[in-house]
C-alpha cells in the first residue's frame, strides 16, 4: 500500500499542491498536517509512521517535508528500511535500501540540512542588520501613525471611542494601547 504524507510548516500555506502530486503517484492513503518542520514530535507524520508495514511505500513530495536534519532523515530510512518499508520522495526518486542508495539519501539530506541552515543564518544576520537602524521596530509594522494617533486621542476630549473609531478608523483596542503609550514615554 503507498501511504503519503504531506505537510506545511503554517497555517496560512497550502497543501493542495503537495496532496494532488501524491494523488497523481496513487497514493491510497494521504496524510497531512500543518506543523512545523523543527519539530519530531509531528502527529500525523508519527501516525503514518505507525501505520506502514512491510511491503509498503512512503511517498512525501521533497526531502524537506519528510526530515529537516540529516541524522533526522537518516535514522527514519534506516528505521523504515528495518521493517522493509520502501521510501519515494518525489522530487528525488524511490530511495533504494542499497549502499549506491543510501549514499545518495545521505548526501541529498546533508545538503537539504546545509540549505536549512543558510537561510535560518541569512536571516538572522538580515534581522541583525535591521536593529542596527534607529527605526528598528520589531514584529509587524503599524498600521497608523504616531500623528493619526495624536489625532484620535485628540478627539477623545470631545468624542467617545466609538465615534473616534467612526471617524478615523482607529479601533479602540488600539486607540487605548497606543494612548497608554504615549503617556509612557511623556513619563
Known amino acids: 500500500m503507498k501511504y503519503g504524507y504531506a ?19 496513487g497514493c491510497d492513503v494521504i496524510f497531512k498536517e500543518k ?28 526531502l524537506d517535508r519528510f526530515a529537516r536534519s540529516a541524522l533526522e532523515g537518516i535514522q527514519t530510512v534506516k528505521a ?5 518499508v ?13 549502499p549506491t542508495g543510501r549514499l545518495i539519501f545521505n ?11 543558510m537561510i535560518v543564518e541569512r536571516t538572522q544576520e538580515g534581522k541583525a542588520l535591521a536593529k542596527q537602524r534607529e527605526d528598528f521596530r520589531e ?11 495624536l489625532h484620535a486621542v485628540e478627539l477623545l476630549k470631545n468624542h467617545t471611542y466609538k465615534e473616534v473609531e467612526a471617524m478615523t ?16 514615554e511623556q513619563l
Open 7 to 25: 505537510r506545511v510548516s503554517t497555517v496560512a500555506q497550502d497543501l493542495k499542491v503537495q496532496i494532488q502530486a501524491l494523488q497523481a503517484e
Open 35 to 62: 506543523y512545523t518542520g523543527t519539530k519530531t514530535d509531528r502527529a500525523e507524520f508519527n501516525k503514518v509512521l505507525e501505520e506502514l508495514q512491510e511491503g509498503d511505500t512512503l511517498v512525501v513530495t521533497k
Open 80 to 84: 523504515l528500511f528495518g521493517r522493509g
Open 86 to 98: 520502501k521510501v519515494h520522495i518525489l522530487n528525488m526518486g524511490l530511495v533504494e535500501n542499497s
Open 107 to 117: 548526501i541529498l539530506s546533508s545538503f537539504a540540512e546545509f540549505e536549512r541552515d
Open 139 to 149: 514584529g509587524r509594522p503599524r498600521k497608523y501613525s504616531k500623528k493619526q494617533v
Open 169 to 184: 478608523g482607529i479601533k479602540k483596542r488600539t486607540l487605548i494601547y497606543r494612548k497608554n503609550e504615549l503617556k509612557a
